[in-house]
């Protein structure tokens, strides 16, 4: 089935470490974003990527980096410099001339 | 700067009463403006609006655009307990980045 998989659905990490979230799709959607959603707060715009091999910072990019080497996957990484990356992630892909954008489960991280 | 502001920010009915959300925005280049729903993880797309003044509709919810006025309703009638979620409004604008902002949603519970 065609869709959009984030992975892994939980992720503990201690403080200072950079993590890598995964995210992939098969509907060979031009758009991928990545978004971060805290408790009771709307979706904000951490990077998103048109094509392959480029990508534009969000509202709240810093302390976070991505790469688009591969039309199906965006991943995203959380790096030290982020300081409150406890949040719940979620990657969405849209095609071109965009019609909505479908969302992946996500992904709760959890930095102790 | 594009901006999407959703009122109320939280709504608490009982089943079968009616409901209007609220969505303003503030947008360089207006392509679309999409509503969707959050139950637990993944938003679910329901709407996405492009002219002003033409009631989108699926069973129970419809919505309007009005791009004068730079807002959006979405009404939710006869309220069932299965629609307590939270309501995101985004907006696909800015020009050829495509970029997808969603503002902070809207809570509902309905109580039986």
């Known amino acids: 089935d065609g869709g959009i998989t984030q992975s892994p659905k939980y992720l503990f990490r201690k403080e200072g470490q950079n993590v890598t979230l995964s995210c992939e799709q098969n509907?060979?959607?031009?758009?991928m974003y990545w978004y971060r959603q805290d408790p009771g707060q709307g979706l904000r715009l951490i990077y998103y990527s048109q094509i392959v091999n480029d990508f534009q910072k969000g509202d709240i990019a810093e302390g976070y980096s991505v790469s688009r080497e591969k039309k199906e996957s965006f991943p995203l990484t959380v790096t030290s410099a982020q300081k409150n990356p406890t949040a719940f992630y979620l990657c969405?892909?849209?095609?071109?001339?965009?019609?909505?954008?479908?969302f992946g489960q996500g992904t709760r991280l959890t930095v102790v | 700067e594009d901006k999407v502001v959703q009122s109320p920010l939280s709504l608490v009915v009982h089943e079968g009463d009616t409901v209007t959300l609220n969505c303003s925005y503030e947008?360089?280049?207006?392509?679309?403006l999409l509503w969707y729903k959050q139950e637990k993880k993944a938003p679910t797309f329901l709407f996405m609006l492009t002219s002003s003044g033409i009631e989108k509709k699926s069973g129970r919810l419809s919505s309007i655009l009005d791009k004068k006025e730079l807002f959006s309703i979405l009404n939710i009638t006869a309220t069932q307990t299965g629609d307590s979620a939270v309501y995101l409004c985004a907006q696909y604008g800015s020009g050829n980045t495509g970029k997808l902002i969603f503002g902070q949603g809207t809570t509902l519970q309905v109580k039986p």
């Open positions: 947008v360089t280049n207006f392509r679309s």
């Open positions: 509907l060979n959607h031009d758009a």
């Open positions: 969405a892909s849209s095609r071109e001339g965009f019609s909505g954008a479908f």
